[in-house]
């Protein structure tokens, strides 16, 4: 069985809200899988579990260019909160967005080949990378970027963190509004029928397992447990609702929770193509050092010199 460490329980309580001693009893059970152990906690306490999404677990950027027809929001990472606010970082960061929304290169290897010189290092924007490395003293990359050309165009950036852009046909500012509210809802589809197979089989899943529960408790208790028939609708019903919670049309708009954004939408007479959401560091698992094991590895290592 794998060993649960106090790192570990921290990681899945910072993803989850979870109690600490439901945390320690997830990770046992999931045997250290900490999707799995995630998975276990929502089955057990339904939503208060599944913040997993809002949560940091990187430092960086999230920028965005919108250069005549042509967009790009990117996401460039470092080590420390402290570097994400250097200039001469921001400086590369930006680049990366303006050269990606000018030149549509393939891939972050293509991108990183473009011409580009800041700082005096140069030609290509590798090597300022690498030269910034080098004078800030601190590792970083170009994670991951999105580019959109030929429709209309619409950004939001809260902070730094998270970014989001929006390809539309309609009004600006109420392609603003959903961009903001992509940034604050954080939907991972445009309607349900484009939510991800695997997230839908997910819920399935976990809510499958919490009516199991359910049934297992109810006979403890010497009540009649649910028909099959019954628990298959609850389970059904379960999935139609995640799936209204994380499409962005079906979304109760942020600013009028009255409507949902797609009735917003119809009313100021917008259509949404698509949308782009970053959150930085979002799916990183950012390292934790373990400063007892360093030293005393450093003790063994002078106790043989």
Sequence with gaps: MAAITASMVGELRAKTDAPMMECKKALTEAEGDMERAEELLRVKLGSKASKAASRITAEGVVVSAVVGNAGALVEVNCETDFTSKNDMFLALAAACARLVAEHNPADVAALSALPYTQDGYGPTLEDVRKGLIGTIGENMSIRRFKRYEGAKLASYLHGTRIGVMVEYVGDE?????????????????????????????????????????????????????????????????????????????????????????????????????????????????????????????????????
């Excluded at 359910?214 to 019903?237: C, F, L, M, N, Y």
Aim: aromatic share 4%.
């Design 173 to 305: 500012v109420a392609a603003k509004d959903v961009a903001m509210h992509v940034a604050a809802m954080k939907p991972v589809a445009l309607s349900s029928a484009d939510v991800p197979a695997k997230l839908i089989e997910t819920e399935r899943k976990i809510a499958t397992e919490k009516a199991a529960e359910d049934a297992e408790k109810a006979k403890a208790e010497g009540k009649t447990p649910q028909s099959a028939e019954i628990v298959t609708k609850r389970v059904e019903g379960s999935v139609q609702k995640y799936l209204k919670e994380v499409s962005l049309f079906n979304q109760a708009f942020v600013k009028n929770d009255k409507q949902t954004v797609e009735q917003m939408l119809k009313e100021r007479a917008t259509q949404v193509k698509g949308f782009t959401l970053y959150v930085v560091g979002e799916g990183i698992e950012k390292k934790v050092d373990d400063f007892a094991a360093e030293v005393a590895a450093q003790v063994a290592a002078a106790k043989k010199d």
